[in-house]
């Protein structure tokens, strides 16, 4: 419940008496009559699929719904058989898919698994822990570092209080908080020092805070409304294979009716005539399509898993192989999500972050060397506490990346406490922008140790620390050290100025004429593996977009170092995306590189726009601010570890990892999975246009048909299935990943496609009626003649898996056949194939006969390999042509 506008900008006076409460908090009556008024604290979920409506997805398809209309009708003519073959093809697709979908929830669920929030209030009083879940507008609350901030608040009362709001703003630095500040009413969230917000956590210091907004009126509230409002968006793949199931529905229909029309002028009974029509409709319709792409993508999903990452949707690992842009957020996907030191300005020279790198222990000389005494001044002046080994610790991110730096180089922090015992310390305030402990040293001498703003550190500074020792501080050189430290800022980095000095107070006042000691320079660095990942994705013809919560002299120090930003890619502010009309946004797109302080709409309108522009659009991010555009993105990508519940439960894949280079990865695998499901289905066009053409040239030429509707079912189940499963599961060409993704509204097959397909069913066609006819006028019985035209067929279909992995132009193979399953899958389909010839009974159904000799065999066997011979060959000359093209 929220009950006060602009609580960031109004006075806490004023809050209160807007909430009709005191600083003493609520009773607890009060409280219940307002829980039951509200609702509790508690945000709403995305509503999920159930499994009755992943079951409806499964087949919805028009490929499936024109299968189950040929499961009605063949049941209506008692044809069990056929009937009982596309039942059973239809329930394994609708079982895989399922069972995809379900284990990738049970996995989320697992991610999900979140300890429930407590929080300390006020009531009657006296301060009592509860469930968050309990609060409601007007409690008092008490936070302090470590804990997450339950509900949005207005602070009343800030002592050393930071935050860090990465997750709902993606501002990757702590934020400082001031109960005292004044703010504009259209203050920026990431801006307004004087609020808490809900799931976000306390850095650092402590504060109390009136609650001002509870459940979905707190700004992740907000947030999960506006994805609420987002639909789920078709994925590439599902469009075009709804395409190519309408346009194959029509097909098989308009082939009935012809079928069956030439046959009733034939004088052909009417159960005749029906058996027909739905045998054509059988032979134009490839049933295994639905499984084999569903079982393409189980297969990704299953690679995908053994790489960390969680594919929650089938059609979402194909999707990202067809992404045109990645946008991602900066903090916690593009960088590590925590402060380094990456540079270091000491005696007159700074260090990068690789010269940083490459100091050893032993290069820490003694105690009034710089680099030396910037180490104990990063250790001393400092409040948190490192973890062991690789545990990041507790404290300020800032103070965390300081001790880091001290231990990585050979200063101890906890011996270097323990040998200067802290005496007193001035604590940070947004006032004075500086922290400073007073600690004892050998010999019984205070030492004053402290950091903070470059100016305000300069200001109580007398002298300067050289290799040669320490040199006076005048007003010039203070002048020069400041654009020194402006100029490391300009970077985008967060500058810290690091002094010393003996003392005789423990007082702010007791802090002066000090030894200025160097510049310190942290940031979020790009993660382990980013800058590798980028080149790779650039290679492949995507391009990314940066949406980040991050100040913009931050945001492009980063776009910067990781080769975003250029002479025609720019960075702009999260505000001009939000002033822009439709138009204006449209016309910055192209040189779009980035967003800096983006807010969530903001991130929206961008993921929306480039839709719009026709771009199949990825979205990576981990915070609650990144929901609405995760679930609005063509695929939305979430980090498994550190991501917020919400975006995971949005997010089409999670990666458990958390690592940005499993996105190549996933892409690669895309792109696989697509081009295997392209070269199935061209296999499966072309193997069922031959059926079709088959019956209707006999049709046509009022012949006997050369297929029954069993053998053509047998055909594509047999011939269709498995050697189509084999090519959706093939290997992977190197080539995919240097080539531009195919444009988002391409058909599945390209018209060249489309076309050699109709060049080889004819090929096939010609084969399978060859051999009816040489059979049928040699004497051969019309059973007999129908088994030469159904082996004749059947190898034929098995022969064309070659031409589905054609050779290179230069002749060489563009993967290795006898390495792939493909030799497996033809080899056991030709044995299945002559299993009829062994087992009587399935001969008998299938109405073989077979009573030629060798010589018969031979000519099936050559008319089968005959449109494999003239694929190849043609693809050879085509090659030839093309490199004599080249040389001249």
């Known amino acids: 419940m929220d009950t006060i506008g602009a609580a960031h900008a109004t006075p806490a006076s004023e809050v209160f008496a807007a909430l009709g409460v005191s600083a003493r908090g609520l009773s607890m009556d009060e409280a219940r009559l307002r829980l039951a008024r509200d609702g509790p604290n508690v945000l709403r979920p995305p509503r999920r699929i159930t499994a009755a409506q992943m079951i409806a997805a499964q087949l919805r398809s028009p490929v499936v719904l024109l299968l189950l209309v040929a499961v009605v009708l063949t049941v209506a003519t008692r044809q069990w058989l056929d009937a009982g073959a596309i039942a059973a093809v239809l329930l394994l697709n609708a079982t895989i898919g399922v069972a995809i979908e379900l284990r990738a929830r049970r996995a989320l669920e697992a991610l999900l698994a979140l300890e429930v929030a407590r929080a300390v209030v006020l009531r009657d009083e006296r301060l009592v822990e509860l469930p968050a879940g309990e609060l409601v507008v007007g409690d008092v609350v008490r936070v302090e570092a470590g804990r997450r901030v339950p509900a949005d608040a207005r602070l009343l009362e800030a002592v050393e209080l930071q935050t860090g709001e990465a997750i709902l703003t993606g501002e990757s630095a702590p ?68 395409s190519l199931g309408r346009a194959l529905a029509w097909g098989a229909v308009a082939a009935a009716l012809l079928v069956a029309l030439a046959a009733s002028l034939g004088g052909s009974p009417l159960v005749a005539i029906v058996e027909l029509g739905i045998a054509v409709a059988v032979a134009a319709i490839p049933e295994g399509l639905p499984a084999i792409s569903t079982i393409a993508l189980a297969a990704g999903v299953r690679r995908m898993a053994k790489r960390n990452a969680i594919v929650r949707r089938l059609p979402m690992v194909e999707t990202l192989g067809s992404a045109t842009v990645v946008c991602t957020d900066k903090t916690g996907t593009l960088t590590g999500g925590a402060m380094r030191v ?8 700074e260090l990068a972050a690789s010269a940083l790198a490459r100091l050893a222990p032993t290069d820490v000389a003694h105690d009034r060397d710089p680099l030396s005494l910037a180490l104990r001044i990063a250790a001393l002046a400092n409040r948190a506490q490192l973890g062991a080994g690789d545990d990041g610790g507790f404290g300020d991110p800032t103070e965390l990346a300081l001790l880091a730096l001290a231990r990585e180089h050979g200063a101890d922090p906890v011996l270097m406490r323990k040998a200067c015992p802290e005496v007193a310390a001035v604590p940070f305030s947004s006032e004075r922008m500086l922290m400073a402990t007073f600690n004892r040293v050998a010999g019984g001498g205070l030492v004053a140790f402290a950091k903070g703003a470059p100016t305000r550190i300069l200001e109580r500074c007398a002298r300067v620390l050289v290799h040669a020792g320490e040199t006076p501080l005048d007003d010039a050189e203070r002048d020069a050290l400041a654009r020194e430290a402006e100029a490391m800022g300009e970077r985008g980095l967060r500058v810290l100025a690091l002094a010393t000095g003996q003392t005789e107070g423990t007082t702010i006042e007791a802090l002066r004429d000090l030894t200025f000691v160097g510049f310190v320079g942290l940031s979020d660095p790009p993660a382990p593996g980013v800058a590798g990942a980028l080149d790779a994705l650039r290679a492949a013809g995507v391009s990314l977009v940066m949406l980040t919560g991050d100040q913009r002299r931050t945001a492009e120090a980063v776009g910067v170092q990781l080769g975003l930003l250029g002479e025609s890619r720019r960075m702009v502010d999260g505000r001009d995306i939000e002033r822009a009309s439709g138009a204006e946004l449209d016309a910055r797109l192209p040189t779009l590189a980035g967003v800096s302080r983006v807010t969530p709409a903001a991130k929206l309108r961008v993921v929306e726009a480039l839709q719009r522009r026709g771009e199949v659009v990825a979205m990576l991010g981990d915070g609650v601010n990144d929901a609405a555009a995760l679930r609005q993105a063509d695929v939305g990508i979430a980090m498994g570890g550190r991501g917020s519940g919400l975006a995971k439960e949005v997010a089409g894949i999670v990666l458990a990892d958390d690592r940005f280079d499993t996105i190549v990865a996933a892409t690669e695998e895309g792109r696989r999975i697509g081009a295997n499901i392209r070269r199935a289905v061209f296999y499966l066009l072309a193997c069922n246009l031959a059926e079709l053409a088959v019956l209707l040239i006999a049709a046509a030429a009022r012949r006997p048909v050369p297929l029954t509707p069993l053998q053509i079912l047998w055909l594509n189940l047999l011939t269709d299935t498995l050697p189509a499963l084999a090519l959706a599961v093939g290997p992977l060409e190197p080539r995919l990943m240097h080539e531009p993704p195919r444009p988002p509204r391409s058909p599945i097959l390209s018209r060249r496609a489309v076309h050699l397909a109709i060049g080889y069913a004819l090929a096939m066609t010609a084969s399978s009626l060859v051999a009816f006819e040489l059979t049928a006028r040699g004497g051969g019985s019309l059973a ?79 008319l089968a390999l005959a449109p494999l011979a003239v694929g190849w060959m043609a693809r050879v000359v085509a090659g030839v042509r093309h490199a004599v093209g080249a040389r001249e």
């Not at 004044?182 to 809900?198: F, G, I, S, W």
């Not at 976000?200 to 001002?212: D, I, L, S």
């Not at 030709?830 to 065999?857: C, D, N, Y």
Request: overall charge positive; hydrophobic content about 50%.
């Open 342 to 349: 990456t540079s270091l300005w000491l005696a007159g020279g």
């Open 784 to 862: 007999s003649a129908r088994s030469a035209a159904f082996f004749a067929l059947a190898l034929t279909q098995i022969a064309q898996l070659g031409n589905a992995y054609p050779p290179a132009r230069d002749g060489s193979p563009r993967v290795s056949l006898l390495r792939s399953p493909i030799l497996a899958a033809a080899l056991i389909t030709i044995v299945l194939q002559l299993l009829p010839l062994a087992v009587p009974v399935l001969g008998r159904a299938l109405e073989i006969e077979t009573s030629w000799g060798a010589t018969r065999w031979l000519l099936i066997v050559t």
């Open 175 to 242: 934020v400082a908080k001031d109960a005292g500040a004044v703010l504009a009413p259209d203050t920026p969230v990431a801006e307004r020092a004087t609020m808490l917000y809900q799931s976000t956590g306390v850095t650092r210091g402590h504060g109390v805070a009136v609650v001002v907004a509870t459940g979905m009126a707190t700004e992740v509230g907000r947030i999960g409304t506006l994805v609420a409002g987002v639909g789920v968006t078709e994925t590439p793949l599902e469009r075009r294979l709804a």
